[in-house]
């Protein structure tokens, strides 16, 4: 059959396509895709300063290290030395200087010239010493600290600090936590299903918590009682407007652990025989400050047998404490001296009768060992009453900022 017309063109139409489409396909076949563009890294800058296209040295500054030591490794002369401390005090003291902060020279390339000096003196403030013209400049860059109110609801599993950790806060808030309560609360009988709340604020350093957090309000359930605590002129007050603050510490560490609890029979560790243990014993890593429960008179401080390095204080008429087996005896600390709630007065130690580092603490009242963990020491003194309507005011609008206990992290009460 003969093909004429519309159906021949159209044939010759299909053969033509097949045939560039061919062509196509080789010609991807034989070239090469080019190959994808790789990104480029974004400049990194620190202290206002672009490094990714510098040479950096760096060193840590070490105990004793002088500014003019560190100048004449960089290759200048004193003149720069008198040069910075010709500065206003805002901007540079030698006494800046110490040891851990590091010192960057940023130079061109590894042997360069020296176009910056910066000396890193805390997460917030880096001192820059610009040197690429003729006359120096030095000035002081600050990153930014962002301030932030936060509610924070927490259950005990093992311990503060992991409860607070895990809560998504810094350890910072932990230890606040345990100062603000430090009176009420004894933070080495806390049990599985103790809770807290808390409202606080703190201030942020690229995007992490930098300095100590600020409670403004917060409430401690601990043993089946609940401790409420109000920030008011910067002082802590219960929900009634009681001072937080007793007569007495409720530990002489700051949140260690116990070794071993009061008994009136215990096997004694070395003599190993069974006699009275009246007092508590702390396990803490030796050198760990040793705090006095409260003011007082010193009645004795030196090596007394069993007791290893011992400091006696006597608080009043009725109370006395003991702290036994320090490594040593703080300085200033004497017989017949004075000292200060929450003053060091010794370290942590293994002297005398004793195992390894601890702490043992006694309580006497009227001359007789007492358990301390059971004392209830007085109050201090109340609020002044012309200050209760401001403060009423005050813990009403903090407390509304508690989050709420949930189903999980309430106490069993």
């Known amino acids: ?56 040295d760096s060193m840590t500054i070490q105990e004793g290290d002088q500014l003019s030591g560190l ?84 259950r005990i599993e093992s311990s503060l600090y992991q409860s607070v950790t895990d809560a998504g806060a810094g350890p910072e808030l932990a230890m606040a936590l345990a ?13 599985k299903g103790d809770a807290y709340r808390v409202y ?10 930098y300095g100590q957090a600020q409670i403004l309000a917060a409430e401690f359930m601990a043993s089946g009682k609940t401790h409420t605590a109000i920030r008011f002129r910067n002082q802590f007050f219960d929900a009634k407007g ?40 702390y396990a803490a890593p030796k050198g760990t400050p040793v705090r006095t429960v409260g003011d007082g008179q010193v009645l004795e401080a030196g090596y007394r047998g069993g007791n290893g390095n011992f400091v006696k204080v006597q608080h009043s008429k009725d109370h006395a404490t003991g702290y036994l087996h320090l490594s040593r005896i703080a300085t200033g600390v004497r017989r017949g001296g004075r000292v200060r709630q929450g003053q060091v007065i010794g370290y942590v130690g293994s002297t005398g009768l004793s195992t390894g580092p601890h702490l043992c603490f006694r309580f006497w009242n009227r001359g007789v060992q007492v358990n ?11 609020m002044n009453p012309s200050d209760l309507a401001a403060f009423r005011q005050l813990r009403d609008s903090l407390l509304v900022q508690l989050p709420p206990w949930s189903k999980n992290q309430s106490p069993d009460l």
């Open 242 to 281: 009681q001072s937080m603050k007793r007569r007495y510490l409720k530990a002489p560490l700051d949140y260690t652990r116990i070794s071993s609890g009061f008994s009136t029979s215990r096997l004694h560790p070395v003599l190993r025989y069974l006699r009275p243990h009246l007092g508590v014993d």
């Open 71 to 154: 100048f004449e490794d960089l290759g200048l002369g004193y003149p720069m030395v008198s040069f910075l401390v010709s500065q206003p005090d805002s901007v540079f003291k030698p006494r800046q200087i110490r040891s851990g902060q590091l010192s960057l020279a940023l130079r061109d390339s590894s042997g360069g010239s020296l176009r910056f000096w910066l000396l890193i003196k805390n997460r917030v403030e880096t001192l820059v010493l610009d040197l690429r013209d003729s006359l120096p400049r030095v000035l002081v860059h600050r990153k930014p600290v962002i301030t932030r109110y936060r509610p924070l609801v927490g």
């Open 200 to 209: 606080y604020v703190e201030s942020l350093v690229d995007s992490q918590p």
């Open 372 to 382: 301390p963990k059971r004392l209830q020491g007085p109050q201090a003194e109340p």
């Open 179 to 191: 100062a603000t309560f430090d009176w009420t609360v004894d933070f080495f009988q806390l049990q």
């Open 1 to 56: 059959m003969k093909i004429t017309g519309p159906t021949k063109i159209l044939g010759l139409l299909v053969l033509v396509a097949a045939v560039l489409g061919g062509l196509w396909v080789g010609y991807r076949w034989i070239t090469p895709s080019p190959s994808p563009t790789k990104p480029q890294a974004p400049p990194v800058y620190l202290a206002g300063i672009r490094v990714d296209t510098l040479h950096i």
